[in-house]
């Protein structure tokens, strides 16, 4: 069964009922043997209403973050619009020049939760208000025994790290350890682990 949705086209598959994509289909498998989405890794992020042990408890199914199960495919789907001799964006980053408001955020993030997921973690965060127009917003929460770990995802060498401060400020008996996963070295920064983004999947 066939079906637009969302600018993009699916069909139903008919083994399983998952939806499989014309177009990813199409750049990846021949057309005999179409590609069912339930086979690619999907990593979801649920919201927490009240940040606990016991995650699961607390989520909020209606508010969530999607990734993609292969960081590189992303990268290539997003930034490889164009044939490669063309293609400046995609230069730019294999090359570590793009501009910080074009996507790096978003590629170390989903590269975050990449790693976090093949470590064996659930993916929740947790977003609250800052005033009328203004959000905090923790990337991840990891569960550690009786205790919470807030992750905070940065896609250059921040230093600050004002929404996790709120965060333990506001939950300090729940918290354990507090990560920021960042691109320098490994360190510490008051009660917050500073971290590199490649030991993710360690903690």
């Known amino acids: 069964m066939r079906f637009p949705h969302g600018g993009m086209e699916f069909n139903c598959c008919l083994t399983c009922g998952g ?7 199409d750049l990846f498998m021949p057309p005999h043997n179409k590609l069912c989405l339930n086979s690619i890794p999907r990593q979801g992020n649920l919201n927490m209403f009240d940040p606990n042990v016991g995650l699961p408890l607390s989520e909020d199914k209606s508010r969530f973050k999607m990734y993609v199960g292969d960081t590189g495919l992303m ?3 997003a930034f490889w619009d164009k044939q490669y001799a063309d293609n400046i964006l995609y230069d730019k980053l294999l090359a570590d020049r793009l501009p910080a408001n074009l996507g790096y955020r978003y590629i170390y993030e989903n590269l975050a939760a990449q790693m976090l997921r093949a470590a ?13 127009r203004h959000n905090y917003e923790i990337d991840f929460l990891l569960s550690r025994g ?10 250059a060498g921040y230093k600050s790290h004002v929404s996790l401060d709120a965060f333990c400020d506001k939950y ?16 510490r920064d ?5 971290l590199p983004i490649y030991m993710l999947g360690l903690i």
Do not use: Q
């Open 146 to 155: 009786t205790k919470i770990c807030p992750v905070e995802v940065k896609s």
């Open 190 to 194: 008051g009660g917050t682990i500073m």
């Open 120 to 132: 064996g973690n659930e993916l929740y965060f947790h977003t609250w208000s800052k005033d009328e």
């Open 172 to 187: 300090p008996a729940r918290i354990g350890s507090s990560y920021v996963a960042y691109t320098k070295v490994l360190r």
């Open 19 to 25: 939806l499989w994509s014309l177009r990813i289909c």
């Open 75 to 77: 990268v290539t789907l």
